[in-house]
């Protein structure tokens, strides 16, 4: 199985990275970024379609969560040709981690700040940085995501409103995509991490 699903996997890395003589841990982070990448945009994807066929059927109104999802398409598919075209998974690591990042924390600001229902995500962005970017940039990005969780309690203990641009009704939904979201990328970093880890040790071990 886990062959089968490398495999299938390599057939998506940038060409320079697939090359034989590619070192075993930068084919590895590769792999990992190219599944996270891959996966990110499915679910995005899957979302706006969900969104979109409740907003045809006329359940409630979803032209925010369409609003939102659309460019995080846009921009999640900008990340994906950005990574094929400079093959630089230091680079394009740090920027899809800082990416995520951003966009995370306008989602929270422009939903309600500390009460916002899409407050899970901003805490997700560590686990990207840490799996895509490295030990360096996931520090930086969790000493950031405290700072600024600090920050957005501190502004709402002053009574300050955030601009609230859901309407009260799709909390629910909004609260359940979200549950989805994160749910999909812990599993899915931890599930690809250890796959990654198991691969490795066993060219290792044939090495030896």
């Known amino acids: 199985m886990l062959r089968s699903f490398i495999s299938r996997l390599d057939r998506f890395l940038p060409e320079k990275l697939a090359a034989e003589n590619v070192a075993i841990d930068m084919l590895t982070r590769a ?23 409740l907003q045809l059927a006329g359940i409630s109104d979803f032209v925010g969560a369409l609003l939102a999802l659309g460019p995080a398409m846009f921009l999640l598919v900008t990340q994906c040709l950005f ?30 700040g500390w009460v916002s229902p899409v407050m899970q995500l901003f805490f997700c962005a560590p686990i990207i940085s840490f799996l895509l970017a490295g ?9 950031l995501v405290v700072i600024g969780g600090f920050g957005l309690m501190w502004v709402d203990q002053t009574g300050f409103e955030f601009k609230q641009v859901m309407r009260p009704e799709n909390h629910y939904y909004a609260e359940a995509a979200i549950w989805v979201i994160t749910s999909f990328l812990l599993i899915s970093s ?3 991490y250890d796959m990654m880890l198991e ?9 030896n």
Not at 33 to 51: E, Y
Not at 85 to 110: K, P, W
């Open 190 to 192: 931890l599930a690809i």
């Open 199 to 207: 691969e490795l040790g066993r060219k290792q071990r044939r090495r």
């Open 31 to 53: 792999r990992v970024q190219t599944a996270m990448l891959l996966i990110s945009l499915g679910i995005v994807g899957v979302l706006f379609f969900v969104f979109l066929f």
């Open 83 to 112: 990574f094929y075209s400079v093959a630089r998974i230091e680079i394009s690591g740090i920027v899809f981690s800082a990416t995520f990042f951003l966009c995370a924390l306008l989602a929270v600001i422009f939903t309600g």
């Open 135 to 143: 030990r360096q940039e996931g520090f930086y990005t969790s000493a």
